[in-house]
């Protein structure tokens, strides 16, 4: 039963997207073709991408070092760790975004995260995970605490973004989930002008790029498109609302949903066109 049980997840592991599990580690792509994406590699410095991920085979290959492989020879390389740890990465990583939709007996399902202090960001390892997103630590302090939360037993740090009803958006370079109460954040600075992206990250990316139109704004964090429907009565109270949603199918539906139903709203996703969402932009650009 446990060989099946570890033979199972070794085939899950081996299906989650290398592209994705690069994105949650910081590294995005360079350029895209058809068949494959190209990235500055993870695994040593360079200044031309030569770190190609097959978009159909799921596999990735360093030219730089003559090496590639599953998700997991990457999680083992990037890590430098075994399969049995990698699996645990891998299976941990794909438990924290999707423990929101499991369920046991009818009822929800959440791995208990405690919050045990909140204070400004220090540590070196979220300074360094700023900036591998290209966002300053001032900023990150100007919108984010450092979080020390209590999951499965263990104590663990992240980067915090709260939410309007207290509750955590939670990151850091391995984890990324939330605290309950789950829900969007809000901004206010006393504005008639609102602005709406969809995480945290995108948030920070704004700020980093345009800090006069963020501190002169209003601006809602969605932390999940699932909350797009929760937001819509704060709309008509101003007389401007930006958007900032992804550019993939979720954020161009729910972009259009808002701009048929309010005059008062405006798209600003041109503003990162040709890239996933502000920051990618900002990586890329500043890169």
């Not at 997207?17 to 190209?38: D, N």
Request: charged share 25%; glycine share 6%.
């Amino acid at each position: 039963m446990k060989n099946s049980e570890t033979s199972k997840s070794w085939e899950k592991a081996r299906n989650i997207c290398i592209v994705k599990t690069l994105a949650k580690l910081g590294h995005f792509p360079s350029r895209i073709a058809e068949k494959e994406a190209w990235f500055l590699s993870p695994l040593r410095s360079e200044t031309q991408a030569s770190f190609s991920v097959s978009l159909h085979k799921n596999l990735w290959y360093d030219f730089g070092i003559g090496k590639g492989g599953s998700t997991i020879d990457l999680i083992m390389e990037m890590k430098s760790c075994t399969v049995k740890e990698a699996l645990e990465y891998l299976m941990n990583d794909m438990a924290a975004f999707s423990f929101s939709h499991l369920k046991t007996e009818g009822r929800l399902r959440r791995t208990e995260i405690r919050i045990l202090d909140v204070e400004s960001i220090y540590l070196q390892g979220l300074i360094d995970y700023l900036k591998s997103r290209n966002i300053p630590l001032e900023v990150g302090n100007n919108y984010c605490k450092q979080i020390w939360y209590h999951c499965k037993g263990k104590r663990f740090f992240a980067i915090g973004l709260q939410n309007h009803k207290g509750g955590w958006e939670l990151r850091n370079k391995f984890f990324k989930s939330s605290s309950s109460p789950k829900t969007f954040s809000l901004i206010e600075n006393d504005s008639k002008q609102l602005l709406i992206t969809e995480g945290m990250f995108d948030f920070l990316s704004l700020a980093t790029i345009d800090e006069d139109l963020v501190q002169s704004s209003d601006s809602i964090i969605l932390n999940s498109l699932a909350f797009i429907k929760r937001i819509e009565i704060l709309i008509p109270k101003y007389k401007r609302v930006l958007l900032f949603l992804d550019n993939d199918p979720a954020g161009e539906k729910a972009t259009a949903s808002l701009l048929n139903q309010f005059d008062n709203v405006n798209d600003c996703s041109d503003f990162y066109s040709g890239y996933g969402d502000l920051n990618e932009k900002l990586i890329n650009e500043e890169s």
